[in-house]
C-alpha cells in the first residue's frame, strides 16, 4: 500500500488555492485589462492622447527618480530632475556607478508600477501606497524645484489622491493606484521598444549602458530590459492575487478602521488629514519661502 505525501498535497492544493483569484480580484483583473486596453487607445489616437498626457508624466518621473535614487545609493551627487512638456526627462548627477544608475530607469520605474499594481488589489495597501507616493513627491520636489512642469504635476496628482481617498473611503483610491501602477508599466515596455528596439531615440539609457558596459548593443540590452519590465508586471498581478485575497465587504470594513478619512464612522474626533497632503503643502510652502 502505498505511503501518501500529506504535506506535498496539502502544500499542491494551497498553491492552486492562492493563485485562483476570487470574485473580487477577477473584477481587480478585468479593470486591469480594461486599463491596458484604454491606455492603448488613448496612447496612439490624436487629441485623445491628452487624457492621459499626466500620467505619461508621472511615469518619467518615476524613470528619473529612479535614476536619482540609484545614483543617490552609489554615492553620486544629484543636482536636478527636469521634466518638459514633450513626455521627456533628465537626472544630472556627477559621481556614482553609471552602470547601476542607468539602468534604473526603466528597472525602478517598472518595479514601482509593479508594487502599485500589487497594491492594487486591497484598499488598506493602496493607502500605503499613497503614503509611497508622497515619499516619491518629496523627493521629486527637493530636486526637481526649479522646474514649474513637475510642481503642476505633483500638486495635481495629490489632488486626484485625496479626492479618490475620500471616495467610499478609499475604494476608488484602489483602482486609482492600479492604473497608475498599468499605466506605469506599459510606459516601459512600450518607450523601451521605441528608443531602444526600434531605434527612435539614438541617446537612449540603453545606448549609454552599450557604450560603458560593451558586451551588448543597445537593441540587446533593450529586450533584456523589456523581458525584466514583462517580468515585472506579472509579478504584481500574481503577488496581488496572493496576498490579497479579503472580499470587497472585508476590504470596506478593513479600511474603515485604517487611516480613515475625516469624519467617517471609524475615524477619531480630530484625526489628521492624509499625511501626503500635509508633506506637499508643507514643502510647498517651503520652498516659496526659501
Known amino acids: 500500500m502505498p505511503i501518501l505525501d500529506d504535506e506535498h498535497y496539502l502544500y499542491s492544493r494551497d498553491a492552486a488555492s492562492d493563485l485562483t483569484p476570487n470574485a473580487t480580484q477577477k473584477v481587480t483583473l478585468i479593470v486591469a485589462g480594461c486599463y491596458v486596453v484604454a491606455i492603448a487607445i488613448l496612447w496612439h489616437v490624436p487629441y485623445l492622447s491628452w487624457i492621459i498626457y499626466p500620467f505619461k508624466l508621472l511615469t518619467v518621473g518615476f524613470h528619473e527618480m529612479s535614476h536619482a535614487i540609484a545614483g543617490m545609493l552609489t554615492c553620486a551627487t544629484i543636482h536636478s530632475i527636469e521634466?518638459?512638456?514633450?513626455?521627456?526627462?533628465?537626472?544630472?548627477?556627477?559621481?556614482?556607478?553609471?552602470?547601476?544608475?542607468?539602468?534604473?530607469?526603466y528597472l525602478g520605474s517598472s518595479f514601482i508600477g509593479a508594487c502599485l499594481i500589487a497594491c492594487g488589489f486591497d484598499t488598506n495597501a493602496s493607502k500605503v501606497a499613497s503614503l509611497a507616493l508622497a515619499v516619491f513627491f518629496l523627493f521629486t520636489l527637493w530636486w526637481a524645484r526649479k522646474n514649474w512642469l513637475s510642481w503642476v504635476l505633483i500638486l495635481g496628482m495629490s489632488g486626484l489622491?485625496?479626492?479618490?481617498?475620500?471616495?467610499?473611503?478609499?475604494?476608488?483610491?484602489?483602482?486609482?493606484?492600479?492604473?497608475?501602477?498599468?499605466?506605469?508599466?506599459?510606459?516601459?515596455?512600450?518607450?523601451?521598444?521605441?528608443?531602444?528596439i526600434e531605434r527612435k531615440v539614438n541617446n537612449s539609457d540603453a545606448s549609454a549602458f552599450a557604450r560603458i558596459?560593451?558586451?551588448?548593443?543597445?537593441?540587446?540590452?533593450?529586450?533584456?530590459?523589456?523581458?525584466?519590465?514583462?517580468?515585472?508586471?506579472?509579478?504584481?498581478?500574481?503577488?496581488?492575487?496572493?496576498?490579497?485575497?479579503?472580499?470587497?465587504?472585508?476590504?470596506?470594513?478593513?479600511?474603515?478602521?485604517?487611516?480613515?478619512?475625516?469624519?467617517?464612522?471609524?475615524?477619531?474626533?480630530?484625526?489628521?488629514?492624509?499625511?501626503?497632503?500635509?508633506?506637499?503643502?508643507?514643502?510647498?510652502?517651503?520652498?516659496?519661502?526659501?
Not at 169 to 182: H, N
Request: aromatic share 14%.
Open 213 to 290: 558596459c560593451g558586451c551588448f548593443p543597445s537593441q540587446v540590452w533593450g529586450v533584456i530590459w523589456l523581458i525584466i519590465a514583462i517580468i515585472f508586471f506579472a509579478a504584481g498581478v500574481l503577488v496581488g492575487i496572493v496576498a490579497f485575497k479579503e472580499s470587497e465587504a472585508q476590504q470596506q470594513s478593513d479600511a474603515s478602521h485604517f487611516l480613515p478619512v475625516p469624519g467617517s464612522s471609524g475615524a477619531v474626533l480630530g484625526a489628521p488629514i492624509p499625511t501626503f497632503l500635509l508633506i506637499t503643502v508643507t514643502t510647498f510652502v517651503w520652498n516659496i519661502l526659501a
Open 83 to 105: 521634466l518638459d512638456p514633450d513626455e521627456g526627462g533628465e537626472t544630472r548627477m556627477s559621481g556614482g556607478i553609471p552602470w547601476i544608475s542607468l539602468p534604473a530607469g
Open 161 to 196: 489622491i485625496v479626492m479618490f481617498w475620500f471616495i467610499e473611503g478609499g475604494v476608488a483610491l484602489r483602482y486609482f493606484v492600479l492604473f497608475i501602477g498599468v499605466m506605469s508599466d506599459l510606459y516601459v515596455i512600450w518607450d523601451v521598444i521605441d528608443d531602444t
